[in-house]
């Protein structure tokens, strides 16, 4: 009898062996973009700096905050506030304040064509000298405007490196930097209006 019920836990031990299955490096590269995206866009809020090329036609630089639906930007054009309902750009030039719906692309010329979901992607991670590379290649039949993206983090921490994203045949480079996760003020989205109350409104919504 004690031999019997040795086999069965012997059995028992090989079967929960055989069943246990190594991750693939698609899934571990998803886990770890997972969570990079999630220090930048979860509910914690975080905010960097940012550092833009779009094929040498399209330069810009500045400081963004994020915290849930909220956003906060700031460049060397325009200052916004996107309190999750009414977003507000004061564009220093022209001395006018434009009025959007929170989640208008008619704000940025350029938000709707960067639209993706996580789940558009195969993924791949492999290492980059101290930093760790994620590619991401869109599936067929996949409906989002991004077609591939490769993004550096750093290892262990997972912060943000930079990004280049595909769209079409073109690449955008994000350069990213003075990264943090968390501790975002929810007065960081509030438009200040008495700061504006003599410049021009437009209402675009």
Known sequence: MKQKLLFFLFILMSVGAWGKTKITNEQQARQI???????????????????VDIIGVYKTHGTIWYKGKKQ????????????????YMAYRKRRVVE???????????????????????????????SNLLLTLKQKKGAKGTIKEVRATVTQGTYHPVSLKIKVA???AKIKISNFKSGGIDDNMFTFPRNKYKDWEFEDKR
């Open 33 to 51: 973009f997972d969570k990079a995206y999630n220090q930048v866009f979860g509910p914690q809020g975080a905010t960097l700096r940012y550092d």
């Open 72 to 87: 906060r930007f700031t460049d060397e054009r325009v200052d916004t506030w996107n309190d999750g309902e009414t977003a």
């Open 99 to 129: 009025v959007h719906d929170a989640m208008s692309d008619k704000k940025d010329k350029y938000s709707g064509k960067f639209k993706f979901s996580l789940d558009d992607f195969s993924y791949r991670v492999e290492k980059q000298g």
């Open 169 to 171: 045949f073109i690449w």
